[in-house]
């Protein structure tokens, strides 16, 4: 029996937009979860940007210039490359660095349209997975039901990341989404909201990460801060303040409660030193980091994609002399000038104001503290950073694009 359609029959309509959006909301979940090889979200991007690319974007002028530094950013990679195409750990380095590059300019295209409704759907989904990501590492460090093989690393939380660092910096945008959306009533569950906070929090700490927990107390009191600055009312400052103590003294008893272990606290007062064994002395990270600093100026092309470990036995750790290491003069003085322009972008898009203010305030301090904790960590191949790019490149286009209609 063949079905037809008849005259009343309402045609079947894709929505290419909502697709678009459950795909890369998907693909921004799927960032949550990197402990194997391919990751889902390489997966996801799969999906994401090739169906982006067919049914079509479009690229503000807003952009253009944020296209322009990152290119240049990866032609001097790709030229620091040249002398070591035989090394097959230079050579997956940089393409790594290609392809994290072309997800952060499609994420600038995807948010530069319909910002709000796009980024409100994504933070969701980036919260989610963010949770997931935190509950995995804490059952893990309380070892519950022998997870530990498997979400920690060096009896700290890792959770479905391959690093504690990365871990415990990957949940600060996260959380302060759901902190921006307690503070100022953006949620009707306010109660689900604040216990997700908490949970993003415990995996801050538990990651025993000294860069995340410092990036988490002052990505959370700039969001705060930039809040209150903007805020239009008095009964909203008022908010912004209550809202505020109450959750501070949630998150300080829940803290509590944790370094009442023994282990714990010993642990915690250990990685709390703000200087590590391996810091110090003339081979030690800051050792290093100034002897390669004398060496670079006599290498336009840098050591190569990789190869700062082949000079001194480790990473750089330290993301703005990675740059001219891995990248040559070059990349690394187009990765100062991005870093130093989105300095300037993130916050006028938090000051002036827009429709897009109030995302902003959760976007950039999230972007900023990783860009500031690139001074003692290797940030460059990290996936939300990249992500975080695009989303404030994508929402200061729209922001020039909103603006011009205004002065039209």
Request: proline letters at 3%; hydrophobic letters at 50%; aromatic letters at 16%.
């Amino acid at each position: 029996m063949r079905l037809q359609a008849t005259a009343h029959s309402a045609p079947i309509m894709l929505n290419t937009d909502k697709v678009r959006v459950y795909l890369f909301g998907l693909m921004i979940f799927f960032g949550s979860i990197v402990s194997i090889e391919p990751s889902p979200y390489d997966l996801g991007s799969l999906m994401a940007i090739p169906f982006f690319v067919i049914t079509g974007f479009k690229i503000k002028r807003g952009l253009v210039f944020f296209i322009f530094i990152i290119t240049l950013y990866e032609i001097g990679g790709f030229s620091a490359l040249v002398p070591h195409f035989n090394r097959q750990d230079a050579v997956t380095f940089q393409l790594l660095s290609f392809y994290l590059y072309l997800t952060s300019l499609f994420f600038a295209f995807f948010f530069s349209e319909n910002s709000l409704e796009r980024l409100n759907f994504c933070l969701k989904a980036y919260a989610g997975g963010a949770v997931f990501a935190a509950l995995c590492g804490i059952i893990g460090y309380f070892d519950i039901g022998g997870t530990a093989a498997y979400f920690t690393l060096y009896t700290r939380a890792s959770g479905t990341f391959k690093d504690p660092n990365v871990f415990g910096s990957y949940l600060i945008l996260g959380a302060l989404f759901l902190m921006q959306r307690v503070l100022l009533g953006y949620t009707k569950h306010y109660l689900i909201s604040l216990i997700f906070l908490l949970i993003l929090i415990i995996g801050v700490l538990l990651s025993f990460s000294r860069g995340s927990w410092g990036a988490m107390v002052f990505s959370s009191i700039s969001m705060i801060m930039l809040a209150y600055l903007t805020s239009d009312t008095a009964a909203m400052r008022r908010r912004i303040i209550i809202a505020s103590a109450f959750s501070a003294g949630a998150v300080i008893l829940c803290i509590l409660i944790l370094l009442s272990f023994e282990n714990m606290r010993e642990f915690f007062i250990q990685r709390a030193s703000i200087t590590q064994d391996y810091d110090s002395g003339e081979t030690g990270r800051f050792g290093n980091q100034i002897r390669s600093i004398t060496m670079l100026l006599d290498r336009p092309l840098g050591f190569g994609p990789l190869l700062f470990r082949n000079w001194f036995g480790i990473e750089p750790h330290n993301s703005y002399i990675n740059a001219f290491a891995s990248c040559g003069w070059l990349g690394g003085l187009a990765f100062i000038a991005l870093v130093s322009s989105t300095f300037y972008v993130g916050f006028r898009l938090c000051f002036r104001p827009s429709p897009y203010r109030r995302i902003s305030q959760v976007a950039w301090p999230a972007l900023m503290v990783l860009l500031l904790q690139g001074f003692q960590i290797d940030i460059d191949h990290w996936r939300h950073v990249f992500l975080l790019f695009g989303i404030i490149w994508g929402l200061e286009a729209a922001r020039q694009e909103w603006q011009s209609t205004q002065s039209g």
